[in-house]
């Protein structure tokens, strides 16, 4: 079982930063870990993913070169830092643990994450 717990969202303006936490405890074979985000009434979007392993990423091409998602895995957190914000950024952010194991790959789709935080509500004000 893997328990995922987010912080770091908050209310910000247009062209801030903010840098979201993702805390992952107990045993965990997943290969990698992505952050997603959702509007309400909207689908839950991939916004960036990262392999435990390798540092290897990849990013959802809305976010490409204004979010950074990095990891300390002795600490097992994943970070996700977002500058230049937008407000249709603003979103409740998912962190999630893929159900691969062992593999290369980094999962843009909801349906191949098994663990999920609770979330974290960012707001981005115009």
């Known amino acids: 079982q893997v328990q995922l717990v987010e912080s770091g969202g908050g209310l910000v303006q247009a062209g801030g930063s903010l840098r979201l936490s993702c805390a992952a405890s107990?045993?965990?074979?997943?290969?990698?870990v992505g952050w997603f985000r959702q509007v309400t009434g909207k689908e839950r979007e991939f916004v960036a993913a990262i392999s435990w392993s390798r540092g290897s990423t990849s990013y959802a091409d809305s976010v490409k070169g204004r979010f950074t998602i990095s990891l300390d895995n002795a600490g097992k957190m994943v970070y996700l830092q977002m500058n230049s914000l937008k407000p249709e950024n603003t979103a409740v952010y998912y962190c999630?643990?893929?159900?691969?194991?062992?593999?290369?790959?980094?999962?843009?789709?909801?349906?191949?994450?098994?663990?999920w935080g609770q979330g974290t509500q960012v707001t981005v004000s115009s």
């Open positions: 107990g045993r965990t074979f997943s290969s990698s």
């Open positions: 999630a643990a893929s159900s691969l194991s062992g593999s290369a790959y980094l999962p843009t789709t909801r349906a191949l994450y098994r663990y």
